[in-house]
């Protein structure tokens, strides 16, 4: 059995919200967060930063972190991971936490992590319910649908399922960033070229469906804030007061 890993994509000049990595969330950086709290939850061989920036490079190193700097420029960081990982021989299963994840908790990792104990299971993420309206027409927050079984059928920045009958209930589900994937199809993924509808949607777990993969899709409860957005941080700050 390989290792277990955990890596954090952290690129700087994010477009929506450049150098948000780097602003601070109380008194430390949001990358330093993510980081932090993703060592704090034991369940990793390793946890690393992977990153072009050496502004961010500089802030894990100064903690003592495991931080690696990326050769080429990625769409993805999906594909940032898979650069850092391809020489390393005695990984399995790799964790994908977003850098824009302050508030990431053990508990929905360990879940996720366990879904692997299938050996069917290639990539797995995780979802949470979503409760504000604005929240489901937001093109910002990636919605997913599920089979029985808890597959994904398809993910998109438009309220899915549409409400089309008014008297069913419907629940919507936001995809939350953290990947998981064994080593062996995240290395199909960064070979595969983009694919028609990920390339519409700006949704890179789109890749795996149109190859035929379902991503095993692992209910959560809240995750705190993805920080997308100026308005995001005005919602971590908040958050990080109760904490």
């Given amino acids: 059995m390989g ?30 967060r993510a980081y932090e709290n993703t060592l704090a939850t034991g369940l990793f061989d390793e ?91 937001n093109p910002n927050v990636v919605k997913v649908v599920v089979d029985k079984n808890m597959n994904s059928l398809l993910f998109s920045r438009s309220p899915i399922p549409y409400p089309r009958s008014t008297d069913i209930p419907v629940t919507w589900f936001e995809h939350v960033g953290v990947y998981a994937y064994r080593k062996e199809v995240l290395m199909k993924f960064t070979n595969w070229p983009m694919t028609p509808l990920e390339a519409a949607e700006k949704i890179e777990c789109l890749r795996y469906l149109e190859h035929g993969i379902p991503l095993k899709m692992v209910v959560t409860e809240y995750m705190g804030v993805n920080i997308d957005t100026p308005e995001d941080m005005e919602k971590a700050e908040e958050l990080i007061k109760i904490h």
């Fill in 3 to 32: 290792k277990t890993i955990a890596m954090i994509p952290a690129r700087y000049a994010a477009t929506r919200f450049p150098g948000k990595l780097m602003k601070m969330l109380g008194d430390k950086t949001i990358i330093r």
């Fill in 47 to 137: 946890v690393s930063v992977i990153t072009d920036s050496e502004i961010i490079f500089d802030e894990i190193s100064k903690i003592g972190g495991i931080v690696r700097r990326s050769v080429r420029s990625h769409e993805s960081g999906s594909d940032r991971i898979a650069e850092a990982v391809a020489e390393m021989e005695d990984v399995d299963i790799i964790l994908n936490v977003q850098g824009d994840m302050p508030f990431v908790k053990k508990g929905p990792l360990s879940r996720l992590l366990s879904v692997f104990d299938d050996p069917g299971v290639q990539v797995a993420s995780l979802m949470q319910e979503l409760t504000e309206e604005e929240a489901v027409k």
